[in-house]
């Protein structure tokens, strides 16, 4: 499950890294290197807030690249669904 999960995402990091946001691609590069971060932080530790930084920082990042073809859109939409915060158990 964490392999296909990680192959996920780095697909999604390959797809929006190229994108541009039609005010300006640095908004588009930002948003970029965000969900990088948050992606990073979630791997190295799991808890639930970083799970949802990723989502948010994906949302933001679709919505700032707007040169996405109709293909990559479902590959997100499916990551959208299959991305669930609430599968993820925090250790105490």
Known sequence: MKTKLLLVLAAFA????SCRRTGGPLSCAADTV????????????????NCEAVKKSITNLY????TLSAIDRE??????????????????
């Open 14 to 17: 390959l797809v929006f890294s």
């Open 34 to 49: 965000r969900y990088s971060e948050d992606l990073s932080a979630f791997l190295a530790n799991q808890t639930k807030g």
């Open 75 to 92: 590959e997100y939409e499916e990551f959208e669904e299959d991305f669930n915060c609430d599968e993820i158990v925090e250790n105490s």
């Open 63 to 66: 919505k700032s690249c707007t």
